[in-house]
T-cell receptor, first 115, second 113 residues
Framework: ETGVTQTPRHLVMGMTNKKSLKCEQH?????MYWYKQSAKKPLELMFV???????ENNSVPSRFSPECPNSSHLFLHLHTLQPEDSALYLC??????????????FGQGTRLTVV | GDSVTQMEGPVTLSEEAFLTINCTYT??????LFWYVQYPGEGLQLLLK?????DKGSNKGFEATYRKETTSFHLEKGSVQVSDSAVYFC????????????FGTGTRLKVLA
């Protein structure tokens, strides 16, 4: 099993649909992240969860709704998206306490296309 | 705020050429520094890391040295292969209330046989 698994790998959805992205980590980490990767832009940090508590939300539109039911699972619920939301969505995890964490481990991403 | 700047790509090299991809950073405190690689259709994989000044990270022939005086973490490889063709990301970690990773825009490398 890979360390961080994301499903689905590809998703096409209409602007009125509701869908969810799933991320599962098998590394025993205590922090999980959602990043958005768009062409020719830096990776954008969307959400950070530490010990299942959301600790950062980088001004992400409310049409993106994260959920972290336990330390191994992270979801990103999507509704009424816009075409500019089409991107690669990456999940990552890391382990640490206080000021020191390991490097981030990434999943393979979900390629989202909004039509 | 904290940021990472890396050279624009694409970088095109012939096989066995020397590679340098420049990366500079701005950060408060003492960040850890990373290079990640992304192959087509994949997520990011850690290539190497350095956690304090003067540390050298190395892996698969790639090296980078944490230079605090110049706030740089340049990636180098003495002899690239076609299989090194990918996008390379420089990143740093910061701990300010939360712990997070900040990435550069990525540099695409294409190696020709």
């Amino acid at each position: 099993e890979t360390g961080v698994t994301q499903t689905p790998r590809h998703l096409v959805m209409g602007m009125t649909n509701k869908k969810s992205l799933k991320c599962e980590q098998h590394l025993g980490h205590n922090a999980m992240y959602w990043y958005k990767q768009s062409a020719k832009k830096p990776l954008e940090l969307m959400f950070v969860y530490s010990l299942e508590e959301r600790v950062e939300n980088n001004s992400v539109p409310s049409r993106f709704s994260p959920e972290c039911p336990n330390s191994s699972h992270l979801f990103l619920h999507l509704h009424t998206l816009q075409p500019e939301d089409s991107a690669l969505y990456l999940c990552a995890s890391s382990q640490g306490t206080g000021v020191y964490y390991t490097e981030a481990f990434f999943g393979q991403g979900t390629r989202l296309t909004v039509v | 705020g904290d940021s990472v700047t890396q050279m624009e790509g694409p970088v095109t090299l012939s096989e066995e050429a020397f590679l340098t991809i420049n990366c500079t950073y701005t950060a408060t405190g003492y960040p850890s520094l990373f290079w990640y690689v992304q192959y087509p259709g994949e997520g990011l994989q850690l290539l190497l890391k350095a956690t304090k000044a003067d540390d050298k990270g190395s892996n698969k022939g790639f090296e980078a040295t944490y230079r605090k005086e110049t706030t740089s973490f340049h990636l180098e490889k003495g002899s690239v292969q076609v299989s090194d063709s990918a996008v390379y990301f420089c990143a740093l970690s910061v701990s300010s209330g939360t712990y997070k990773y900040i990435f550069g825009t990525g540099t695409r490398l294409k190696v020709l046989a």
